[in-house]
Each structure stands twice: as structure tokens, then as C-alpha cells.
């Protein structure tokens, strides 16, 4: 059968090269709750789960899954799971409440006590300082839209940088660049909900240069790797129309080139450079081309993209990729599609490229307890395998790939789907905040004992 549709086959585990980085991620808006504790400041995201709407189940962060409360537990889950790596993102308004100026000491020490407890049982920190929850202060002036935000982004890097440096193994300035800018200014479905389409181009400029500049913020703090983390979808014609075949290199170009190609080559997409001249200033390029020591992908699925009609607000529309099983996110599983895509951009970008690492890859799955207590979320499981022996068979074929988190470790606050959608490997009742660990937790954990560096 196609690789989508294998079942993993019990104690039969992908192999990953000597020295391969296992982690899991995390977020802290989705997970850490204590939204108005320890003199935190008001995120862009709690403003929006207020709004009536916003979020499917109208949920909201506020508590998710206490992790500010509960993380010694969690540091226990991952030194039981036993993977090296650990991927957490670090709040901006609980470090600096208003963005700008006076830094919050108990936000501060949470961060301390986190990343030496994640020591002391072994796991090194890879810390994200954007994963989307900007304080609203900063949102009150225009947000990822104002260019003077890149400024606080570069200071907030380096007082983070200064603090953590010692104990953080990998840092990642900003996580998906590409959905911020679509998602939270483009269509409005994410914070702050703005609903700008092409307007809001500005945020990937802006997104780019903080990047960059928080790169050098941290390098000059000690910092010893900086990469990134960015979302990437293998874009497929509806068909081989040529307007189908032109929408799709837009929206390529929109959605993958528009971050990796200013980042590593230092020039925005040929077809969309025209649309972003105004905003690049004199030596903005060189700002954002920084040397990284690994590329950070996002990988979830492939889109199938047509041309829309004439009187559509955008040029391209998205169409059921069909013949493929998909999560109950709706996401189609396409393994296959990552080990090409990773081919690819080995080609594409050869000696510019560093090494990748995968820095998301997961599934949304709700398999809760059955009348054991147990979660049997063989999906999960499958998905996982398949996904990571797409890996491998990049690596054999050339791609120097060095490490794979999956998303995530809990069932967490999804966004706008809310609590709707679960991709933990510890299961979470949001009732009682209690911790159940998955079958695909022992899974991970069987998996990384049988890898050759464990032999
Ligand atoms: C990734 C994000 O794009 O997708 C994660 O970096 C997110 O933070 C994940 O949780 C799943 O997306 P969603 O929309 O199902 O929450």
C-alpha cells in the first residue's frame, strides 16, 4: 500500500541517522494559561478569544493547559519521554508587558525556573520568542504593520538573549512568518484579525527584518545557533490550465518564497519583488540574510491551488486535495510530499541552505480515553512513522536533515479552533488539567530507544 496508508508496525521504528535531534514543541499561549498572573501583559491574543466569534468554541488561552502552574509535571512527561529536544516559545507580554521599556521580574524568573528544571532532567531547550501572542500595547500602534515594532522585537531579543543564552541549545526568532501575515493581517481568521489581503504585505517585510535583527540581537548576547521556523506547503495545480499553474506560483511565491528565498538568498521572489520595492530600504536585505545554522520547516500538507474567478477578492482559491486520508483537522497526509519537497529544496537552494530541521510535524487527532483509561490513537502513530521515514529517505538521498519535533507534547489551545482540535502526545482533559499519555507517546519513546545513537 502507499506509504499514507501503512500502519506502523509494532517495534519496527524508522531509523534516523547518529546525532538525529528528537523533540517535541510547544507554544506558550497555547499551553501556558495564567493569562493575567505575575503581572503579565495583554497579548493581541486574549483581545481577540474576547471577541464574540473569533474562536470555534469561544474558548480562549486564559487557562489552556496550565503549564505556567503545572510544568514541573511537564518536564517529568518529557524526561519520561526521553527526547533530547524540547521546543517552547517564550511570552513577550509576561517578559515585557507593554512591549517597550519595563521588564516584568516574575515573567523572567518562570523562564529561569522552566529552562533549569528542562536541564536538570535533560533536555535542551530550543526557545521561539514569537510564536504570535504580541502585546497588545504593541498591536495599539499599528502592530506587525508598524515598522518601529521590528525595533522592540530586537530589543525584547536581546534581553531575552542576555537572560537565557547560557542555558538555550537552539533559538528560533520568529515561527511562521507566513501565517501572521496571512492569517492574522490577510484574512483575518488568527490575531488581531485584521482583514487587509494584499495590504498587508507590509507584515512579511516587517516579520523578515525582525527576524533578522533579532538574529543579530542574539548572536551578540551568546547565542551559539539561531535558525528558524518556517511554515512550508508543497503547492499542487487544481490542474494544468495555465491559469491554475500561474495561481499556483503566486500563491508559491506568496506562501513559501516570499520568507525562505529573503533569508537565505537576500531578494524577495522575482514575481513579487515589484509588490515590495517601497518597503525595502537601503541595506534591509542584508539585515534579513543572516547566516543561520539550521532551517527550520513547519511541514503539515500539501495545497491544491486553482485560479479564482473574476469578481474574487484574490486571485487563487483552494480545492479538496482528494485520494488522500486526512486528520480531523481536514489536513490531507501526505508523508510523500515532505520527502519530495526537502529533495527540493536541497536542489533549489544548495549551498545556501544549512542544515534542516524539522520543527513541527504533527496531526490533529481527538482520541480521548476509552473504559481502560487508555488512548489508542494508532492514526497518530502511523502518521508519525510515516512521516519520519519520509525523513529518512530524504537523508538518504542527500538532504542533510538534523532533527524532528513533533507537534505537540499536550493537547493544547489551537487557535482558532480553540480546544477543538488535539495533536498532543499526552492527552489533556480540560476539565481537570489532568495528563494522560497517549499510545503514540510510548511510541515516540520506544522509537527514540531503538535509534543507533541509543544502541
Ligand atoms: C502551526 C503552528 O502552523 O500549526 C502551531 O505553528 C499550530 O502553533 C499548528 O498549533 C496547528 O494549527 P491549528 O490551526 O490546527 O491550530
Redesign the pocket.
Known amino acids: 500500500p502507499p506509504a499514507t496508508q501503512r500502519s506502523a508496525l509494532p517495534g519496527v521504528f524508522p531509523q534516523l541517522p547518529a546525532g538525529f535531534r528528537f523533540g517535541t514543541s510547544t ?1 506558550a499561549y ?1 499551553i501556558e494559561g495564567a493569562a493575567d498572573e505575575d503581572g503579565r501583559g495583554p497579548s493581541i491574543w486574549d483581545t481577540f478569544c474576547a471577541q464574540e466569534g473569533r474562536i470555534v468554541d469561544g474558548s480562549s488561552g486564559a487557562v489552556a493547559c496550565d503549564h505556567y502552574h503545572r510544568y514541573v509535571e511537564d518536564v517529568a512527561l518529557l524526561r519520561r519521554l526521553g527526547a533530547p529536544a524540547y521546543r517552547l516559545s517564550m511570552s513577550w507580554p509576561r517578559i515585557q508587558p507593554t512591549g517597550s521599556g519595563a521588564v516584568n521580574p516574575k515573567g523572567l524568573d518562570f523562564y529561569d525556573r522552566l529552562l533549569d528544571c528542562l536541564l536538570e532532567a535533560g533536555v535542551q531547550p530550543t526557545v521561539t520568542l514569537y ?2 501572542d504580541l502585546p497588545q500595547a504593541l498591536e495599539d500602534d499599528g502592530g506587525w504593520l508598524n515598522r518601529a515594532t521590528v525595533d522592540r522585537f530586537a530589543d525584547f531579543a536581546s534581553l531575552v538573549g542576555e537572560r537565557y543564552a547560557d542555558r538555550v541549545e537552539h533559538w528560533i526568532p520568529v ?2 512568518p507566513n ?1 501572521v501575515m496571512m492569517l492574522g493581517y490577510g484574512d483575518g481568521e488568527h490575531a488581531p484579525g485584521r482583514r487587509l489581503m494584499f495590504d498587508a504585505l507590509p507584515v512579511a517585510h516587517h516579520l523578515l527584518l525582525a527576524h533578522g535583527r533579532a538574529a543579530i540581537a542574539l548572536r551578540a548576547a551568546g547565542a551559539t545557533s539561531v535558525g528558524c ?1 518556517n ?1 512550508h506547503a508543497p503547492m499542487w495545480p487544481a490542474s494544468d490550465d495555465a491559469a491554475d499553474v500561474g495561481a499556483t506560483k503566486l500563491f508559491d511565491a506568496l506562501w513559501n518564497g516570499m520568507y525562505v528565498e529573503p533569508m537565505l538568498l537576500g531578494r524577495y521572489p522575482v514575481d513579487l519583488a515589484p509588490l515590495m520595492e517601497d518597503l525595502v530600504a537601503e541595506g534591509d536585505l542584508a539585515t534579513i540574510r543572516q547566516p543561520l545554522d539550521f532551517y527550520g520547516i ?1 511541514y ?1 500538507n500539501p495545497l491544491r491551488v486553482a485560479a479564482a474567478g473574476e469578481e474574487a477578492e484574490l486571485p487563487f482559491e483552494f480545492r479538496e486535495l482528494l485520494g488522500y486520508p486526512t486528520t480531523e ?1 481536514g489536513w490531507p497526509i501526505v508523508p510523500d510530499a515532505l520527502r519530495e519537497y526537502l529533495i527540493t529544496m536541497r536542489a533549489r537552494y544548495r549551498a545556501a541552505l544549512p542544515p534542516i530541521v524539522i520543527t ?1 510535524s ?1 496531526c ?1 487527532y481527538a482520541t480521548g480515553p476509552d473504559e481502560h483509561g487508555v488512548i489508542d490513537d494508532q492514526a497518530r502513530i502511523d502518521y508519525l512513522d510515516a512521516h519520519l521515514r519520509a525523513v529518512a529517505t530524504a537523508i538518504q538521498r542527500g538532504v542533510d536533515v538534523r532533527g524532528f519535533y513533533t ?2 507534547l499536550l493537547d ?1 489551545f ?4 480553540g480546544l477543538t ?1 488535539r ?1 498532543g502526545l499526552v492527552h489533556v482533559d480540560f476539565e481537570t488539567l489532568a495528563r494522560t499519555p497517549k499510545r503514540s507517546f510510548q511510541w515516540y519513546a520506544d522509537m527514540l530507544a531503538a535509534q543507533p545513537q541509543h544502541a
Open positions: 507554544a497555547q510564536h504570535w515561527n511562521e501565517v521556523a511554515n513547519n503539515y483537522r513541527e504533527g490533529s507537534w505537540s493544547n489551537e487557535w482558532a479552533q482540535q495533536y
